[in-house]
């Protein structure tokens, strides 16, 4: 089985700061867009709006969320303290309250573009694309103002969003083929990929040297198996940046998808992509059509060492020991897929052969039961549950299981029907 992960890289813009002053990395300065605020209710507020982006500086984000609560609470119309509020939230991962917040300074203020800008990537994350798409496209229609919203930029390095390696900052004004990116990112999400190759032909047409933007219309294309265009795109992401892995990764994955790379061509990738499971799972893959079990095995330790949560690694990694006849450390590879997936099909039929080598017949009749109520069209099953029946004696239900797995399309069970059955 081929496993394939490609890892949507997108280019993730997180505010920083809203003050024509330099602020510290994480930090929303205190002398920032808030009204003119008078009287000792008012200075309070300030101060606590200012304690609270200390807090927030120092990763104190319980202390932080009591202050802005605080200062909302003696200045309710407070929009950069719910915006600092907002940011809190979403590190708490109170992503429903930070949408609340968002959705206050809005109708507090529609021209506050930094604060629809971050819900849109907020939704997106929660993976609540359309309506991200209406606020993308809504902050397209908005018109630049300002220069003073600090943003990071930074390539997402995994499929976990809030793995950011940040580089370089932007202003609003420069931010547009950004937003075209992402909504190219939240069609990929509703699975419409033509549409977001279409945001990523904007996107790149505003900024044709950014790498990120030809490997996600890439991989758009890829899902819809157009493979010249995916590889024409990873390649063009090359020409800007040879060193670029995820490029490289993804044009490997393209041509393994084609049939066409040999274990070399897998020692090329791991050894730039060392901290990918994927490419050590197919280079296991191909030793274990060579015979090289011990060889696939070490791999699949290095897969599980990078992902202990894929039931499928576990599943093939048990293969792997079944062929070295080390039945037990079999077993328990596919107790740990069952535990992470218990609706496995593979991982009972394979628990049940594990079983059958050790002669635990009754158990096996049981995984090949549960398999076979899971995916009742795998041959196989029925003829390893047929055999299991002739251990225990079961006549009939021998012949009735080989029958199926020769109505199924298992050619091998024509010669046990007539071993067992006649």
């Known amino acids: 089985m081929i496993i394939t992960k ?8 997180i505010f920083m700061a809203i003050s024509p002053l330099v ?3 994480g930090a929303l300065c205190a002398q920032s867009l808030a009204p003119e605020l008078t009287g000792s209710r008012a200075k309070k507020a300030q101060k606590l709006f200012e304690d609270g982006n200390r807090l927030l500086r120092k990763d104190r984000f319980d202390q932080a969320l009591n202050a802005f609560n605080q200062a ?14 907002a940011h809190t939230k979403e590190k708490l991962k109170d992503f429903d309250g930070a949408l609340i917040d968002y959705e206050i300074i809005l ?14 990537k907020l939704r997106y994350e929660i993976e609540d694309y359309s309506r991200a798409i209406e606020d993308f496209e809504r902050l397209l229609q908005m018109p630049n103002h300002g220069t003073n919203a600090v ?5 997402q390095l995994t499929n976990d969003p809030t793995d950011v390696a940040f580089s370089q900052f932007a202003t609003l004004n420069t931010i547009r083929a950004d937003i075209h990116q992402f909504l190219g990112l939240c069609y990929s999400g509703l699975q419409q990929f033509n549409l977001a190759i279409n945001a990523y032909d904007r996107a790149i ?11 996600n219309r890439g991989l758009a294309y890829s899902r819809l198996d157009d493979t010249s265009a995916a590889i024409a795109n990873y390649n063009h992401a090359l ?32 050894d730039s992509n060392p901290d990918f499971a994927s490419p050590y799972v197919n280079r296991a893959r191909l030793k274990m059509l060579e015979g090289n079990y011990q060889g696939a095995l070490e791999d699949y330790d290095q897969a599980v060492a990078i992902d202990d949560e894929d039931a499928t690694i576990y599943i093939n990694r048990g293969l792997a020991k079944e062929k070295l006849k080390n039945y037990t450390g079999a077993l328990s590879d596919y107790n740990q897929a069952l535990d992470i997936e218990p609706s496995s099909a593979s991982g009972y039929r394979n628990r049940g052969n594990v079983k059958s080598a050790l002669e635990r017949w009754d158990d096996a009749l049981r995984d090949y039961d549960y398999s076979i109520e899971l995916d009742n069209s795998n041959p196989r099953s029925y003829f390893n549950r047929g055999l299991v029946h002739r251990r225990l004696g079961h006549h009939v239900n021998t012949c009735d299981d080989l029958k199926k797995a020769l109505e199924l399309g298992l050619p091998q069970a024509e010669k046990a029907l007539v071993a067992y059955c006649h």
Request: overall charge negative.
């Open 72 to 85: 909302l609470y003696l200045k309710s119309g407070f929009v950069e303290a719910y915006y600092a509020r």
């Open 151 to 155: 943003y990071y930029k930074g390539i």
């Open 239 to 270: 020409a800007i940046d040879p060193g670029n892995e995820l490029a490289s990764y993804n044009l490997a994955q393209e041509g393994e998808q084609a049939g066409d790379l040999s274990l070399t061509e897998y020692d090329r990738i791991i």
């Open 205 to 215: 047409q505003m900024n044709p040297g950014e790498p990120n933007y030809h490997i």
């Open 23 to 25: 602020c510290q990395e």
């Open 107 to 120: 109708e507090l203020d529609t021209t506050f573009s930094e604060a629809l800008f971050d819900r849109a």
């Open 6 to 13: 490609y890892l949507i890289n997108h280019l993730t813009i």
